[in-house]
Structure formats: C-alpha cells, structure tokens
C-alpha cells in the first residue's frame, strides 16, 4: 500500500471529517463558518479533524487577516480514484457488455 495514500484513507474513515469535505464541495469556507456546521462539538474538536485533514492534504488554508479560509484539495480523492475505481473499469465495462449481450440473446428466444 502507498503510505501517501494509507494518510488520505484515515483522514477519509471519519464521517465528520467527510461531512466537512461535502461542506467545502460549494466553495471556500472560514473555520468559524465549518465550526458551525457542528454544533454538538467543540470549536477544539472541529479544528483537530481540520488538522487530520490538512495533513493528508484534503484541505488547505490561507490566513486572511484575523480569518483562515478552507479549501478543500481533490486531487488526494483523484489519487484513489485513479488507484481504485479506474483500474477495474474495464473489467466492469466487458462484464456488463456480457450480461447485454445475453440478455439481448434471451430475448430473441436464444437464436
């Protein structure tokens, strides 16, 4: 297994931390603005999962005056895709040109 990757899946097995990937999905957000979205955790606990997620690099911050603004990074998730999803599509796309192929056989009565 990459241990680049092993850092982006612990980051990943969260749901918090996955809550605040989708929150950051429409755009740039203030840490108050992501704190918020969280109201049955403390300000110290959102900022621990926003620290797990800076070091996979899923996240990135830039300081702006007093604020620090989030975004989110996809090309650690790209990363996966391409590891995972990308390299069985080949073998998803014959499969499912053999179940057409014979589903388009038994509607012909298997001529």
């Not at 911050?61 to 990074?73: C, D, E, F, I, M």
């Not at 599509?89 to 053999?98: F, R």
């Amino acid at each position: 297994m990459n241990p680049d990757l092993d850092i982006i899946f612990k980051a990943l097995s969260d749901p918090t931390r996955r809550h605040i990937l989708d929150y950051l999905k429409g755009g740039p957000r203030k840490t108050g603005d992501i704190v918020s979205q969280f109201p049955d955790l403390s300000r110290f606990g959102v900022m621990k999962h926003l620290d797990v997620l800076r070091e996979a690099t899923l996240v990135t911050t830039q300081s702006v005056g007093r604020s620090r603004v989030n975004y989110l990074n996809a090309i650690p998730i790209r990363m996966i895709y391409e590891r995972w999803v990308d390299g069985f599509s080949g073998y998803w796309s014959s499969a499912l040109g053999d179940i057409k192929f014979a589903a388009e056989a038994n509607e012909d009565g298997g001529n």
